[in-house]
Every structure is written in structure tokens, then in C-alpha cells.
């Protein structure tokens, strides 16, 4: 049985995780909020650019002169690039773990094909540099601000690589902020780029010709893609965290009233002993 | 017919501006447009230079660059990379 004085030691102990475990629910409720604020910043600009491209690749696609644009041309699969992107710090329940399981399921079912690695996010690097040679770029510590150039920069890296030839398809793989309770799990493919659709067609006057204008529109999305990417994942990465501590706090809990019972069960059985004593003590000199 | 346009300004990261302006004048890749209500639809590249919104008699102008232009049903949607 421990003694009295090994369960105080214990109680405080959770005591003190709790207490951390609740700072870093309130810090991670406060970034959140605050993710949030710049993913719902960046929407205008994304739905805009949405309908633009939407409109301008059917004009393109109507207009003979234009052809087919390198980021759309659709090969057969031989080499993948996968873009993984994790967060940088842990303790966030199952939020790098899960995304790290369906980014190595896909590799899994991809045996056949050549892979290559974007890696954003320290966690992700960490597993899959160990598991995988080909690494082509790591990137970490983007999160804590994120830019849209930090993005950009990535994005292009993604297109060179692309439109050289040097690999056939890209997938992203994120988790995505749906609601506060759990991430949402993504893989989609960025390139060759998937046209959206368009609800209604505008007929523009082009000031360029739908050709060209759509030649430096596919770049742009590719970008957006990737820094709405990065947006959603910070938030999800927030609110993954929050409710992971949130867990934790509650756990603490019940841990030290499971605790404070055994401690005064110990308690009270060493009193009922110390009477027992006593008693045939007393019993005895009768 | 409105008798304004609305102009909207964004950026990746955010929505700059948006409001009424009776004539915005906007760079656009292969020149200076000016454009009043009323304005057919319209989808340009932007170039870099000065984008100026005049409203009952005020100007405000704009340093922009790179992006697009969209011009439809009086709304003026510009879509910069950057813009100070």
C-alpha cells in the first residue's frame, strides 16, 4: 500500500500538469481566434479569384489560339510529389499523427510510382526523413506568422518542378479546420491543376487574350491553394490543440479525485488499525 | 443603371478596401483604364502603378501591383499581389 505522504506527492504533481495543460487551452483558444480571423481574411480574394479563373478557362478553352497550358497537362502518374503538411509542434491529439497516416497510406498504395517529398512542418519531417530518401524540401517554422511569400515561394518550387517535367502529379495532404471538435483529413491533387467550375458565364470583354491571361492565372491558384492550405491547417492545429488540453485538464481531474479517494482510504485504514490496536491492547490487560 | 461603382480591393492575405467610388482609374497591364458606371464587363491583368478612386470630387490613390481587374454589374473587384 503507498503511504500518505507518496499520494500528496502524486496530487500535486497532476496538479501542476493541469495547470499547464490549462494555460496552453487558453493560449491555444486565443491563436486560434486569431487563425480563424486570417483564413476568413483571405476568402474574398480566393472566391474572386476562383470565379475569374473559372470564367476565363472556358473563354480559353473556346478560343483555338490558346492550347493547353503546361499546368493542366495530365500524364500518367509515374512520378508523385507529395506535399505533407504538419504542424511544428506536437501535442495536439491526433493531428500530425493521422495526417502522417494518410500521407504514408498513400505512399503505400503509390509503390509503383517514383516519390519525392515537399515537407512543411517540422513533425512530418521528422517521421518521414527518417522513412524516406527522397526529399526534396523541407520547410519549418512557418506557422507561428504565416506569409502569404512563404507560400508563393513554395508554390513555385512546386510549378518549376512540374512544368520541367520532373514530376507527374503533386498531392497535398493537410488537415483542414471544418469545426473546433476535430480536424478534417485532405488529400487533393494541386497538379495537373483541376479546373473550377464556373456557376454563371460573364462574357468579358479580355483586355489580354484568355490565353495568356489564364497562362499567369494557374500559377496564382496553385499559390492560393497552397497558402489557403497553410491557413486552414494553423487553425485546425489550434483548435486540435485546444481540445486535446482540454481532455488533458478534464483528466487531471479525475485523476486527482481518484487520488484524493485512495488517499483517504489510506487514511482511514491505518485510523482503523491504530484503534484495532488499541482496543486489544486494552483488551489484553482485562 | 447605378449611378456608382463599387470597389473592392483585396489581397491574398486580405480584404483592403471596399466601397463606393464614382470613377476609379486602374492600371491595367497594357495601360491606364478608367472606368465609370455603367462599364461594360471587363477582366484585365493589373499592371503596376497607381490605382485612384474619385469620390464626389475626392481622390485616394493606391500603389498596386500585379493581380487582376474585374469590372461587372458596377462592381470593381481588384485582385493585387500588393498594394500599399
Given at each position: 500500500m503507498p503511504?500518505?505522504?507518496?499520494?500528496?506527492?502524486?496530487?500535486?504533481?497532476?496538479?501542476?500538469?493541469?495547470?499547464?495543460?490549462?494555460?496552453?487551452?487558453?493560449?491555444?483558444?486565443?491563436?486560434?481566434?486569431?487563425?480563424?480571423?486570417?483564413?476568413?481574411?483571405?476568402?474574398?480574394?480566393?472566391?474572386?479569384?476562383?470565379?475569374?479563373?473559372?470564367?476565363?478557362?472556358?473563354?480559353?478553352?473556346?478560343?483555338?489560339?490558346?492550347?493547353?497550358?503546361?499546368?493542366?497537362?495530365?500524364?500518367?502518374?509515374?512520378?508523385?510529389?507529395?506535399?505533407?503538411?504538419?504542424?511544428?509542434?506536437?501535442?495536439?491529439?491526433?493531428?500530425?499523427?493521422n495526417l502522417i497516416k494518410l500521407a504514408h497510406r498513400f505512399a503505400d498504395e503509390h509503390r509503383n510510382a517514383e516519390l519525392s517529398f515537399q515537407l512543411i512542418g517540422k513533425k512530418g519531417v521528422n517521421y518521414f526523413r527518417r522513412r524516406f530518401t527522397n526529399i526534396a524540401g523541407t520547410h519549418t517554422d512557418l506557422f507561428r506568422r504565416i506569409k502569404y511569400e512563404d507560400a508563393e515561394r513554395i508554390a513555385e518550387e512546386i510549378i518549376a518542378r512540374f512544368s520541367a517535367g520532373d514530376v507527374d502529379a503533386v498531392y497535398l495532404f493537410t488537415n483542414e479546420f471544418k469545426n473546433v471538435m476535430a480536424p478534417v483529413l485532405s488529400s487533393t491533387r494541386v497538379l495537373p491543376i483541376e479546373l473550377p467550375k464556373s456557376a454563371e458565364t460573364v462574357d468579358y470583354i479580355y483586355e489580354q487574350n484568355p490565353g495568356e491571361l489564364l497562362g499567369s492565372l494557374l500559377p496564382r491558384y496553385v499559390k492560393l491553394l497552397i497558402y489557403r492550405a497553410f491557413l486552414e491547417s494553423v487553425a485546425a492545429e489550434h483548435a486540435a490543440r485546444m481540445t486535446a488540453m482540454e481532455a488533458a485538464t478534464n483528466n487531471a481531474n479525475d485523476v486527482i479525485d481518484k487520488l484524493t479517494l485512495l488517499m483517504n482510504r489510506v487514511r482511514q485504514a491505518s485510523i482503523t488499525r491504530e484503534i484495532i490496536e488499541i482496543v486489544s491492547g486494552a483488551a489484553a490487560l482485562d | 443603371m447605378a449611378d456608382t461603382l463599387h470597389i473592392e480591393i483585396t489581397t491574398p492575405e486580405k480584404l483592403v478596401l471596399s466601397r463606393d467610388a464614382d470613377y476609379a482609374e486602374i492600371p491595367g497591364k497594357d495601360g491606364y483604364m478608367g472606368i465609370l458606371p455603367g462599364h461594360a464587363a471587363l477582366l484585365s491583368e493589373l499592371g503596376e502603378g497607381k490605382l485612384t478612386l474619385t469620390t464626389g470630387g475626392k481622390t485616394e490613390s493606391f500603389t498596386v501591383a500585379g493581380g487582376y481587374v474585374e469590372v461587372r454589374d458596377n462592381h470593381v473587384s481588384v485582385l493585387a499581389d500588393s498594394v500599399e
Amino acid at each position: 500500500m503507498p503511504s500518505l505522504i507518496d499520494i500528496r506527492r502524486r496530487v500535486r504533481s497532476v496538479k501542476n500538469t493541469q495547470q499547464i495543460t490549462k494555460a496552453m487551452k487558453m493560449v491555444s483558444a486565443a491563436k486560434l481566434r486569431r487563425a480563424q480571423d486570417r483564413a476568413i481574411a483571405a476568402r474574398p480574394y480566393a472566391t474572386m479569384l476562383r470565379r475569374i479563373l473559372a470564367n476565363v478557362a472556358e473563354a480559353a478553352a473556346n478560343d483555338p489560339d490558346a492550347g493547353a497550358h503546361p499546368l493542366l497537362a495530365v500524364r500518367p502518374e509515374q512520378r508523385i510529389l507529395m506535399v505533407v503538411v504538419t504542424a511544428d509542434s506536437g501535442l495536439a491529439g491526433a493531428f500530425n499523427s493521422n495526417l502522417i497516416k494518410l500521407a504514408h497510406r498513400f505512399a503505400d498504395e503509390h509503390r509503383n510510382a517514383e516519390l519525392s517529398f515537399q515537407l512543411i512542418g517540422k513533425k512530418g519531417v521528422n517521421y518521414f526523413r527518417r522513412r524516406f530518401t527522397n526529399i526534396a524540401g523541407t520547410h519549418t517554422d512557418l506557422f507561428r506568422r504565416i506569409k502569404y511569400e512563404d507560400a508563393e515561394r513554395i508554390a513555385e518550387e512546386i510549378i518549376a518542378r512540374f512544368s520541367a517535367g520532373d514530376v507527374d502529379a503533386v498531392y497535398l495532404f493537410t488537415n483542414e479546420f471544418k469545426n473546433v471538435m476535430a480536424p478534417v483529413l485532405s488529400s487533393t491533387r494541386v497538379l495537373p491543376i483541376e479546373l473550377p467550375k464556373s456557376a454563371e458565364t460573364v462574357d468579358y470583354i479580355y483586355e489580354q487574350n484568355p490565353g495568356e491571361l489564364l497562362g499567369s492565372l494557374l500559377p496564382r491558384y496553385v499559390k492560393l491553394l497552397i497558402y489557403r492550405a497553410f491557413l486552414e491547417s494553423v487553425a485546425a492545429e489550434h483548435a486540435a490543440r485546444m481540445t486535446a488540453m482540454e481532455a488533458a485538464t478534464n483528466n487531471a481531474n479525475d485523476v486527482i479525485d481518484k487520488l484524493t479517494l485512495l488517499m483517504n482510504r489510506v487514511r482511514q485504514a491505518s485510523i482503523t488499525r491504530e484503534i484495532i490496536e488499541i482496543v486489544s491492547g486494552a483488551a489484553a490487560l482485562d | 443603371m447605378a449611378d456608382t461603382l463599387h470597389i473592392e480591393i483585396t489581397t491574398p492575405e486580405k480584404l483592403v478596401l471596399s466601397r463606393d467610388a464614382d470613377y476609379a482609374e486602374i492600371p491595367g497591364k497594357d495601360g491606364y483604364m478608367g472606368i465609370l458606371p455603367g462599364h461594360a464587363a471587363l477582366l484585365s491583368e493589373l499592371g503596376e502603378g497607381k490605382l485612384t478612386l474619385t469620390t464626389g470630387g475626392k481622390t485616394e490613390s493606391f500603389t498596386v501591383a500585379g493581380g487582376y481587374v474585374e469590372v461587372r454589374d458596377n462592381h470593381v473587384s481588384v485582385l493585387a499581389d500588393s498594394v500599399e
